[in-house]
């Protein structure tokens, strides 16, 4: 086994630092770590509503800001973030220093909003650290190598700390959020949600990329890629007390376990290029202009009739790329001769999740069934091996949640 460094990583999200109150305990959180004796990397998010409030400022000034500038404007939110967490170690008489992703290191690519990190450049953190400081980093943002401002996507604070602990060595990343751990489902819909005390890293990247906001799926997936144990925990609860959720490599005795989660997504929209020729080659043009811009496709289905040679292709993409989807298939639709192009706001994904069902059979009929006999209709499908996944409409959202969660998991 190799040995970590005697760094923890810890990061504190918007909902933790959104008064001075959670702040100054926040910051006494943080000390306690530091006076355990262990080198303390802390990454901060946007306050509160902040990363919300100026997306709306934006929105009331230009309905279509360019992507340099929205970056440029949202990383201020953790900027405040941060300093402010320093200011409140400050006040109790500890050493901190805060830095934006660009004063440490953090380089992404050069695609705003949804940059990937390239690197992180550990050599200014170490130092600090070894002169005794809590270092303070400001999440879910980078600069890219054209020297602009970068954000990670929502949620991407995540990201940021989970990528520090892995260049870092951290021996863990806590990720202190508003509720005591990952749950069997949102426990704001369902207040009688289970908290999952153990979860692998696959079962966590599906229930985080099907809709479990706990966690940004990007993060699970770079903890995975480099074996980082996550600990999601409460900000609210003494430490002592807080148990919280693992998320580690291998988990034993999950084969009991059918559905481990439930989710909903309430981020996608339905987009269908309606009336396109029945030949080879027509779904991977849609898919690879989507794709060439960077578009990521989630549900996909295609209808055939066979006695006319038109098909009709649906997909899911996330709410954000609306408008650019829509001017890729218009684009598309001209060149194709296509009929239309329909969307559809208001759909959301559901989902179950288990390891457990691949050995279950039938677990996919349950869910279909439940469904129906509560007069909720199917409108897609997709399933994999440990995932069942039905875009509704989204007015039945909570309710299917409610059903699924009562039927698999309670
Ligand atoms: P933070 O500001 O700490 O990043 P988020 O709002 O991004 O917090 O994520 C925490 C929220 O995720 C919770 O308040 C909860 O409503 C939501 N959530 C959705 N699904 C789950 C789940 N399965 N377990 C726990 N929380 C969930
Ligand atoms: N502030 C950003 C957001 O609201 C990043 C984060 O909170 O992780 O999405
Ligand atoms: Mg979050």
Redesign the pocket.
């Known amino acids: 086994m190799s040995k970590r460094s005697n760094i923890v990583v810890q990061k504190y999200?918007?909902?933790?630092v959104d008064d001075a109150e959670k702040i100054k305990r926040v910051a006494s959180q943080i000390i306690e770590k530091k006076k355990s004796g262990k080198s303390v990397v802390v990454v901060v998010?946007a306050p509160g509503d902040t990363t919300d409030n100026l997306i709306s400022m934006a929105a009331g000034i230009s309905p279509d800001p360019e992507i340099r500038e929205m970056d440029m404007l949202l990383a201020t939110g953790e900027q405040q973030g941060i300093a402010l967490v320093a200011m409140a170690i400050h006040e109790q008489g500890y050493k901190a220093i805060s830095f934006t992703g660009h004063q440490v290191g953090i380089i992404t690519d050069s695609v705003h909003s949804r940059a990937r990190i390239k690197s992180i450049n550990t050599k200014k953190i170490k130092k600090e650290l070894t002169q005794d400081n809590i270092v303070i980093v400001a999440g879910f943002q980078g600069i890219s190598p054209e020297e602009n401002i970068t954000t990670l996507g929502r949620?991407g604070?995540d990201l940021s700390a989970v990528a520090l602990a892995a260049v870092l060595d951290a021996h863990v990343c806590e990720i202190y959020?508003?509720?005591g751990g990952?749950?069997s489902?949102?426990?704001?819909i369902v207040p009688g949600a289970v908290k999952i005390e153990k979860i692998s890293y696959d079962e966590m990247l599906e229930?985080a990329s099907a809709g479990?906001?706990?966690l940004q799926s990007r993060s699970v997936e770079i903890a995975k890629k480099n074996n980082v144990r996550i600990d999601i925990k409460s900000s609210y609860i003494d430490e002592q007390k807080n148990s919280g959720t693992i998320i580690m490599k291998e988990i034993k005795d999950l084969e009991q376990v059918e559905v481990r989660?439930v989710?909903l997504d309430k981020n996608q929209i339905r987009m269908s290029i309606v009336g396109v020729p029945d030949r080879p080659g027509i779904a991977a043009k849609i898919f690879g202009e989507l794709a060439e811009e960077n578009i990521n496709v989630d549900m996909i289905i295609q209808s055939s009739a066979h006695e006319t040679g038109i098909n009709d292709i649906s997909f899911t993409v996330n709410r954000e790329m609306l408008k650019r989807a829509v001017e890729i298939c218009g684009r598309i639709k001209d060149e194709l001769k296509a009929r239309d192009i329909i969307t559809d706001k208001d759909v959301a994904k559901i989902s179950i999740i288990g390891v457990g069902m691949r050995s279950h059979a039938g677990v996919a009929a349950g869910m279909f069934k439940l469904l129906s006999d509560n007069n909720i209709n199917i409108e897609m499908i997709s399933t994999s091996e440990i995932k069942i996944s039905c875009v509704i409409n989204s007015k039945k959202g909570k309710a299917a949640v409610k059903i699924l969660h009562k039927e698999f998991c309670e």
Request: proline share 5%; aromatic share 4%.
């Open positions: 999200g918007g909902t933790s998010s949620g604070s959020t508003n509720v990952v749950y489902t949102n426990p704001s229930l479990a906001k706990v989660g989710t």
